[in-house]
T-cell receptor, first 116, second 112 residues
Framework: SQTIHQWPATLVQPVGSPLSLECTVE??????LYWYRQAAGRGLQLLFY??????ISSEVPQNLSASRPQDRQFILSSKKLLLSDSGFYLC???????????????FGDGTRLSIL | GQQLNQSPQSMFIQEGEDVSMNCTSS?????WLWYKQDPGEGPVLLIA?????ELTSNGRLTAQFGTTRKDSFLNISASIPSDVGIYFC????????????FGGGTRVLVKP
């Protein structure tokens, strides 16, 4: 069966420091991968998605970037964190769009990022 | 862009009650999904709906894909304390990336 792992689970970083959050998926190949941010008590905002290695689509202009160095690895980064980058970051995967049509997304357990 | 309006924003449940929540969209979707999120965790898929008019159950949960393809509802029957959490609807188009548009969530709480 497929599993998705995110780490770290929690992170406290000072303003201006760099960031690297990692997400890996097991048990599937060539998945679509996604990064979301969720503000406290709010819905999910799609930040980036990827349909293949090295292919990144950005949904909103921001201080963050994403990379997909391997098929089942998705990394969220920043060179200099802002206070507004605080939030709950979720990684998700789905089977690629196929003949069967849309496929649901499945989420990791998230990283809670606090910027001081 | 598309927007999903989810209501109610929050509700209190009493054990044994049936509860209902719904989502409406300004435009059509090909797929509707319902997720539940517990505190500090990622959303978990409850039900996926792929055809207009489809009615699908998962245990005490029942969801329907509206015939106009612009709405969906979720019912929870005979609620229990572990039903507490945030429920999200999400719509999906048949497009590259399997991207989702999420509703704002319905927070389900237990009546004091």
């Amino acid at each position: 069966s497929q599993t998705i792992h995110q780490w770290p689970a929690t992170l406290v970083q000072p303003v201006g420091s760099p960031l690297s959050l990692e997400c890996t998926v097991e048990g599937t190949s060539n998945p679509n991968l996604y990064w979301y941010r969720q503000a406290a008590g709010r819905g999910l905002q799609l930040l980036f998605y990827s349909v293949g290695i090295g292919q990144i689509s950005s949904e909103v202009p921001q201080n963050l970037s994403a990379s997909r160095p391997q098929d089942r690895q998705f990394i969220l980064s920043s060179k200099k964190l802002l206070l507004s980058d605080s939030g709950f970051y979720l990684c998700a995967w789905s089977v690629a769009l196929s003949e069967r049509g849309n496929q649901p997304q499945h989420f990791g357990d998230g990283t809670r990022l606090s910027i001081l | 862009g598309q927007q999903l309006n989810q209501s109610p924003q929050s509700m209190f449940i009493q054990e044994g009650e049936d509860v209902s929540m719904n989502c409406t969209s300004s435009s059509i979707f090909n797929t509707w999904l319902w997720y539940k999120q517990d505190p500090g965790e990622g959303p978990v898929l409850l039900i996926a709906l792929y055809k207009a008019g489809e009615l699908t159950s998962n245990g005490r949960l029942t969801a329907q894909f509206g015939t106009t393809r612009k709405d969906s509802f979720l019912n929870i029957s005979a609620s229990i304390p572990s039903d507490v959490g945030i429920y999200f609807c999400a719509g999906q188009l048949q497009a590259a990336g399997n991207k989702l548009t999420f509703g704002g969530g319905t927070r389900v709480l237990v009546k004091p």
